[in-house]
């Protein structure tokens, strides 16, 4: 009995960390300058920053009032299976496909929750690189990963860049970044997040921070940071310093959509209308509560955004990782799944690690089914 009420004590400590972590985005504080001395200078540019803080375009509640102690009861009285219930097979990398040049084609290979190895007309670009066993502020505590990384780090192909979507740990991981910081890869990110890259090793010239709307042009490809609707914030005293970013990922002869975080908005709308069609959006499914409808899309925001995107396949991510909400682990993608017949919308839903060259046919690869053999 005493070692149950330790468990739970410990539990509740790292859950409340957690929560306490989401809840710090309505704190305010000053913005720090970044050590080349650009930071601050560079936030106050945007439109979306007041001085003090980033905002969404649309009014937006990050989590509801008055439902703090409400979540910390569901983390313990809820039935969801928030983990899988048996030991899932080792995943792994194919090799020559991950290293395949790719000069004329576009293939994506899902690392896990939202990080994505985009191999487009040539280029290679990885999204919100997540090596690390768990995704939160205290080391030994918080979300911890349901399967080790498809490849080791050292087994990724040169890249063309680094692409993040905003600061949280689950997408902006320490780790990893001083990993990629020690090989010399050019890092693309939204604005003020460059502080935290140059602390973690990131050469100055090595940081390109955009603003929403803006662009940079890489031979003949271009990279676009768009507007999303959600939030940032790393410690309890630094919320929405940083802005937090989708992205459009466009070569000679493809385009993709990198949803990052957010919830359903008009701007996706005018993303499509503005940069579409694309041929494969990435958006996320998972970590969705109706507490958190305006930040996190859902199954059902995916599949409406997707339409919105003028997008003509779609790939879900931030799901199947790690346990960020109450709902099953393999919840979000059955829903989704059901939600796309209903609709008539493809999927994309590779195994971990799988490399695959998105077609007119969709791919359901059913690994969250699959035990270990």
């Not at 209903?342 to 060259?357: A, H, N, Q």
Request: hydrophobic fraction near 40%; aromatic fraction near 12%.
């Amino acid at each position: 009995m005493a070692m149950t009420v330790f468990m739970k004590t410990a539990l509740f400590i790292s859950v409340a960390g957690v929560f306490l972590f989401v809840a710090s985005q309505c704190s305010k504080s000053a913005v720090r300058r970044s050590a080349d001395g650009n930071s601050l200078r560079t936030l106050k540019v945007s439109r979306n920053y007041d001085g003090k803080k980033f905002y969404n375009t649309e009014y937006t509640v990050v989590t509801r009032p008055g439902t703090f102690w409400k979540n910390m009861a569901n983390f313990f009285r809820g039935d969801e299976i928030r983990r899988p219930p048996f030991a899932l097979k080792k995943f792994t990398v194919n090799s020559s496909a991950l290293h395949d040049s790719g000069a004329e084609h576009l293939c994506v290979t899902w690392m896990g929750h939202s990080t994505v190895l985009i191999e487009i007309d040539g280029k290679r670009f990885l999204t919100d690189p997540v090596w690390s066993e768990r995704v939160s502020p205290i080391p030994f505590m918080g979300p911890k990963r349901f399967f080790d990384p498809p490849c080791a780090l050292s087994e990724l192909p040169p890249l063309d860049g680094v692409i993040i979507s905003h600061d949280h740990y689950d997408h902006l991981d320490s780790d990893t970044v001083r990993w990629f910081a020690s090989r010399g890869v050019d890092f693309y990110a939204p604005l003020g997040v460059g502080r935290y890259l140059l602390e973690w090793g990131v050469a100055p010239e090595k940081i390109h921070e955009l603003d929403w709307w803006e662009d940079i042009v890489l031979g003949q490809h271009r990279l676009a940071a768009t507007p999303a609707r959600h939030f940032s914030g790393r410690k309890f005293i630094n919320g929405n310093d940083t802005l937090w970013a989708s992205w459009v990922i466009a070569g000679p002869g493809h385009r993709v959509f990198y949803g990052g975080d957010g919830g359903m908005f008009s701007g996706f709308h005018e993303i499509g209308s503005k940069l579409g069609p694309f041929d494969v959006t990435m958006l996320e499914i998972g970590a969705y509560h109706e507490n958190w409808s305006e930040i996190h899309l859902g199954p059902r925001g995916a599949l409406e955004a997707h339409a919105s995107l003028r997008g003509k396949i779609l790939m879900p991510i931030h799901w199947g990782t790690f346990t960020l909400a109450f709902h099953d682990w393999d919840g979000p993608v059955r829903e989704l799944i059901r939600g796309a017949d209903d609709d008539d919308i493809k999927l994309l839903v590779p195994e971990p690690g799988r490399s695959i060259v998105p077609g007119n046919d969709p791919v359901i690869q059913r690994w969250w089914e699959e035990g270990a053999h």
